[in-house]
Every structure is written in structure tokens, then in C-alpha cells.
């Protein structure tokens, strides 16, 4: 994924040395230049060093950011010196631009106090804090209160701050479908259309039977469906699905992938169980699991807010989701337990991938009805696992989101599964109950629970739980 492009305000104030200002310059260019960031900043022509400390200063700062309002992702504050807090403020209020804010405040060395070298932005962050809250802005902070531009901290803040304004973009623009009604054994997969919409997220939907109707008037020797049975058959192991599964998987990916061009679609949740195998004949977890791995997120169930929440965790990442059960305990460890299900991840988490069948469905829609469904197995590895939901009682859209790690301890079983080790397990499972979540989850290979939870609680106004932050 791009890394995007930030718009940069060097903070000065005019009885501070200027030398910082310049030195801050030429070390942010270098920086950003390095973890391919793009800027958008006052050039020392058009201010003096670049930087904003006038109301002028101000003037030209929101003028240059509005000009590049359509490829803006975030802004960030550095501060070389105490900075001159009311032009950062107005430069982003003339702006108009509503994206995530990072501040950064260069370190004092103790043997450079003099004013030939003093910063003071020590205490200059705290004045521009305190500027953005009255001017109504919300910001990140770095973990260090002080951190060098050219710092390994500071760059792992930048590399964060990046993640939190994916979430944000991301999520206040999806556009998701919803194939079928959700089965009717799962009030657990319901969820607010109109909640989701009033935070930008908007839900398309269509009924199976559209599908299955547009899929059977395919013919076998349909271009589209040829091309489809082949991309299954390089995706995953197919050896033990019967041709004419393969056909209607491929029929159905087909009408899908059409449907969701043409309302620009990003992600989908679809009724999995029992309509589609009483009248299709197949699981279409495989066609799922090739969405997700393409960046198009694909969870089951209908479960809108499900996929949510794997979008969220892929924005941040930049690696593909799945969709989880917390299934089971693991043993007697009291921090393990089994995630599990029957089964669309992507590929990513499946290295022995291959197509099978979903025993548990099969025992009462016959197996034979249920050939796509996945198997494999999820090796070692880091973990970030969140769940969004809408809370219709409170009118309000909650989450909780953490980290944890894939272990490799062994497990006997069918569908896809993994071994997952989280801190203070227990916790979390009287949180999920206790505020009643879903049993629904998302997982992504990766470690990015610190960077959803500022996006969601911090911008998005969402009420977070981050586990063990």
C-alpha cells in the first residue's frame, strides 16, 4: 500500500534560533524520503526557513494544504523549537482539511542551553495541545513526549500515525455489500445500517437469488466462468473437488465480482449457510477467501459489522483479514484458546491450503453439499484481532482490538484453524460478554492493534477497548 501524503508544519518562533528550524527541515526530508512519504510544506521562499510562525505564515500554510486537500492523508506538527501555537492551529483551520494530526517535539541536550541551541518545545507541545483542543482538533501524540526527527521512536511513531490515517480514510468512504439476509439462527450477525452510514460506511445489498439466478445463465463455456475455475484451481488444492463444484463456484464468483464493480464495492458479507447450499449446491468459502486475498474482504454470515472490522485491520496493516469464531478453550492454559472456522480465510494465514468440506454444515445439509469450504492450518506468527460493532441500544458504534500471537501448538481438527496465545485472556472474554459482543472476530498477521484503536476511538469517535494497552 502507498504510504500517502502529509502535509508538514514546522512550528518557529521568532527569538528562538533559527538553525533548528533549517536542521529540522533537512532532517524531515530526509526522513520521509526514506519510509516513501510524500509532503506538502511551505518551501523556504514562500516563508522564511519553510516554517510558520506569522499569521502570514498561516495564511499561505492553509492555502498550499487546500490546494492539495484531494491527496492529503494526515498532518504532522513538528516542533524544533516552542514553535508559535496559534499559527499551527490557524494554518490547519484555514486548511479545512479533517484529517489525523501527529505532533512532534524535538529534545533539549543538556549541554546545549544556551540560546544559540536552546528549543524549549518541551513546553511548546504542551501550548500547541492545548491550541488544537480550543480550536476543536483532535491529534496524535508521539510515545515520547520529546523524540528526535531522525530517531528509531520517532520513525515508528510516523510509521503508526501512517496506519491511523489509512483507518481513517478508509472506513469514513466503504462501501459494502451484503449478498443474502443473514441466517435466522444469528441475532449475533445483526448490525445498524444507519449507524454505519453516519459514519461514512454504506451497505449495498442483494438477494441470493439475483445470484443464483444471474450464475445460472451462464453458460459452461462462458469466458468469465473458464477464466474463474482456473484462478481456483492455481489458488488452492482442488484435487478433491468434484468439476461441477468448481463450476458453480466460478459461476458464482462471476456474477459477484460483476455486481461489485458495478456499485464499486470493497468488501462484501454473504449468507453462507443454508440457502446457499439447499439451493446452489456448494460453499462458497474458496471464492471468499480470494476476495480477502485481494484486498476485497469477504466475511461470512452476513456479518456487515464482521467485515468491518477485517477492513479496519487490513487498512492498517496492509495485509488481508479473516473472519474468526473465538471457538474454543486450548487445554487448561488460561491464555490459548482456538480460533476457528469452517472456512474463508485468505490464503495468507493458509500456507497448506486446500479445498475440502464443512463437516458440521454437512451434518445437516449433506456434505456433498458443502464442497469449498477450506482447510489449513495457521503457523506461528504476530496477531492483531478487533471486533466493531453497532450498538443500536446506545446509538452508539463500539470496538475492542488488541495483539497477540499464532502459535504452533498442535490441534487435531477439521475446517481452517489456528492456535492463538493473548495476554490476560480472561479479561478480554469478560469484556466480549460482558458488553455483549459478538462472537465474531477479525485477525490480520500483524501487530497494529495500538494504530486501529487511536483511528476508531481518537477520530472516528468510537468507544475503543484496546486489551492490555
Known amino acids: 500500500?502507498?504510504?500517502?501524503?502529509?502535509?508538514?508544519?514546522?512550528?518557529?518562533?521568532?527569538?528562538?534560533?533559527?538553525?533548528?528550524?533549517?536542521?529540522?527541515?533537512?532532517?524531515?526530508?530526509?526522513?520521509?524520503?526514506?519510509?516513501?512519504?510524500?509532503?506538502?510544506?511551505?518551501?523556504?521562499?514562500?516563508?522564511?526557513?519553510?516554517?510558520?510562525?506569522?499569521?502570514?505564515?498561516?495564511?499561505?500554510?492553509?492555502?498550499?494544504?487546500?490546494k492539495n486537500a484531494d491527496r492529503i492523508s494526515g498532518i504532522l506538527v513538528c516542533l524544533p523549537n516552542f514553535g508559535d501555537e496559534k499559527a499551527v492551529a490557524d494554518s490547519i483551520r484555514l486548511s479545512g482539511l479533517k484529517v489525523p494530526i501527529l505532533v512532534q517535539a524535538s529534545p533539549d541536550d543538556l549541554d546545549q542551553f544556551g540560546l544559540d541551541r536552546r528549543r524549549d518545545a518541551f513546553c511548546g507541545k504542551i501550548s500547541v495541545c492545548n491550541n488544537l483542543r480550543q480550536y476543536g482538533f483532535r491529534y496524535t501524540l508521539t510515545y515520547e513526549h520529546t523524540t528526535s526527527i531522525l530517531s528509531d521512536s520517532f520513525r515508528k511513531d510516523l510509521v503508526s500515525f501512517l496506519q491511523v490515517c489509512r483507518v481513517q480514510h478508509g472506513l469514513s468512504r466503504t462501501r459494502i455489500g451484503a449478498v443474502g439476509a443473514r441466517p435466522n439462527a444469528f441475532n449475533t450477525t445483526r448490525y445498524s445500517e444507519k449507524l454505519l452510514e453516519q459514519a461514512g460506511i454504506s451497505v449495498n445489498t442483494i438477494d441470493l437469488s439475483e445470484i443464483f439466478g444471474r450464475a445460472a445463465e451462464l453458460r459452461d463455456g462462458d469466458k468469465r466462468v473458464a477464466q474463474?475455475?482456473?484462478?481456483?484451481?492455481?489458488?488452492?488444492?482442488?484435487?478433491?473437488?468434484?468439476?461441477?463444484?468448481?463450476?458453480?463456484?466460478?459461476?458464482?464468483?462471476?456474477?459477484?465480482?460483476?455486481?461489485?464493480?458495478?456499485?464499486?464495492l470493497e468488501a462484501t458479507a454473504i449468507q453462507c449457510w443454508s440457502s446457499m447450499q439447499k439451493n446452489f449446491g456448494v460453499n462458497v468459502c474458496t471464492i471468499m477467501s480470494m476476495m480477502s486475498q485481494r484486498m476485497m474482504p469477504s466475511a461470512c454470515e452476513v456479518d456487515i459489522a464482521g467485515v468491518v472490522s477485517m477492513y479496519a485491520l487490513q487498512l492498517?496493516?496492509?495485509?488481508?483479514?479473516?473472519?474468526?469464531?473465538?471457538?474454543?478453550?486450548?487445554?487448561?492454559?488460561?491464555?490459548?484458546?482456538?480460533?476457528?472456522?469452517?472456512?474463508?480465510?485468505?490464503?495468507?494465514?493458509?500456507?497448506?491450503?486446500r479445498i475440502g468440506t464443512a463437516p458440521i454444515l454437512g451434518t445437516t445439509l449433506g456434505e456433498e453439499n458443502t464442497v469449498g469450504a477450506l482447510m489449513g492450518r495457521t503457523p506461528r506468527g504476530p496477531l492483531t484481532y478487533g471486533r466493531i460493532s453497532t450498538d443500536d441500544l446506545t446509538g452508539t458504534i463500539r470496538a475492542y482490538?488488541?495483539?497477540?500471537?499464532?502459535?504452533?501448538?498442535?490441534?487435531?481438527?477439521?475446517?481452517?484453524?489456528?492456535?492463538?496465545?493473548?495476554?490476560?485472556?480472561?479479561?478480554?472474554?469478560?469484556?466480549?460478554?460482558?458488553?455483549?459482543?459478538?462472537?465474531?472476530?477479525?485477525?490480520?498477521?500483524?501487530?497494529?492493534?495500538?494504530?486501529v484503536a487511536e483511528a476508531l476511538g481518537n477520530y472516528l469517535g468510537w468507544d475503543v477497548y484496546h486489551h492490555c494497552a
Open 1 to 66: 500500500m502507498a504510504n500517502g501524503v502529509l502535509a508538514v508544519i514546522i512550528g518557529n518562533r521568532d527569538f528562538f534560533p533559527d538553525v533548528l528550524v533549517a536542521e529540522a527541515r533537512k532532517d524531515l526530508i530526509k526522513l520521509l524520503g526514506e519510509i516513501n512519504i510524500e509532503s506538502v510544506m511551505l518551501t523556504p521562499e514562500e516563508s522564511k526557513l519553510g516554517a510558520v510562525e506569522t499569521w502570514q505564515d498561516a495564511k499561505r500554510c492553509g492555502e498550499l494544504f487546500k
Open 228 to 264: 474463474r475455475i482456473e484462478r481456483i484451481k492455481s489458488y488452492a488444492d482442488s484435487s478433491a473437488a468434484p468439476a461441477e463444484s468448481l463450476l458453480r463456484m466460478a459461476r458464482f464468483s462471476a456474477v459477484l465480482d460483476e455486481w461489485m464493480d458495478d456499485l464499486g
Open 316 to 353: 492498517a496493516s496492509g495485509r488481508p483479514s479473516a473472519l474468526v469464531d473465538w471457538n474454543n478453550n486450548y487445554g487448561a492454559d488460561p491464555n490459548k484458546c482456538v480460533f476457528f472456522h469452517c472456512g474463508n480465510w485468505a490464503k495468507e494465514f493458509l500456507p497448506d491450503i
Open 401 to 451: 482490538v488488541g495483539d497477540g500471537a499464532f502459535t504452533d501448538d498442535p490441534l487435531d481438527t477439521f475446517g481452517t484453524k489456528a492456535v492463538v496465545e493473548i495476554p490476560q485472556l480472561r479479561s478480554l472474554m469478560q469484556h466480549i460478554c460482558k458488553h455483549g459482543f459478538e462472537h465474531h472476530a477479525a485477525m490480520n498477521g500483524s501487530q497494529c492493534a495500538s494504530s
